[in-house]
């Protein structure tokens, strides 16, 4: 069982930045892939960002090339997400997700996470 705690999420404004972090049980941190996933209202979840054991493959989705940027430290436990130029369709609830498979450096699916923590909202205004 792994336990993963959200924090950072909040209100901004349009163009503006946020960073979240995902806090991780357990002592084999540095074996799970970490995702970052988000749910807006009336939407189905969607992928974010995805990144490997070690850090050194990442991937996102189209629509946060370039603005968002994931990272980790292993040593902490701890998954990032460092959000730029934010847009009010960036509003939603967002998740972190510890992965244990082993096949692949990173996924985009949902159905590959293993556990999740229990969100963070946040909100863009324009």
């Known amino acids: 069982q792994v336990q993963l705690v959200e924090s950072g999420g909040g209100l901004v404004q349009a163009g503006g930045s946020l960073i979240l972090s995902c806090a991780a049980s357990g002592r084999t941190f540095s074996s799970y892939v970490m995702g970052w996933f988000r749910r807006a209202p009336g939407k189905e979840r969607e992928f974010v960002a995805a990144i490997s054991r070690s850090g050194t493959n990442t991937d996102y989705a189209d629509s946060v090339k370039g603005r968002f940027t994931i990272s980790r430290d292993n040593a902490k436990n701890t998954v990032y997400l460092q959000m730029n130029s934010l847009k009010p369709e960036d509003t939603a609830v967002y998740y972190c997700?510890?992965?244990?498979?082993?096949?692949?450096?990173?996924?985009?699916?949902?159905?590959?996470?293993?556990?999740w923590g229990q969100g963070t909202q946040v909100t863009v205004s324009s």
């Open positions: 997700a510890v992965s244990h498979h082993l096949n692949r450096a990173v996924y985009a699916s949902a159905g590959e996470y293993d556990y």
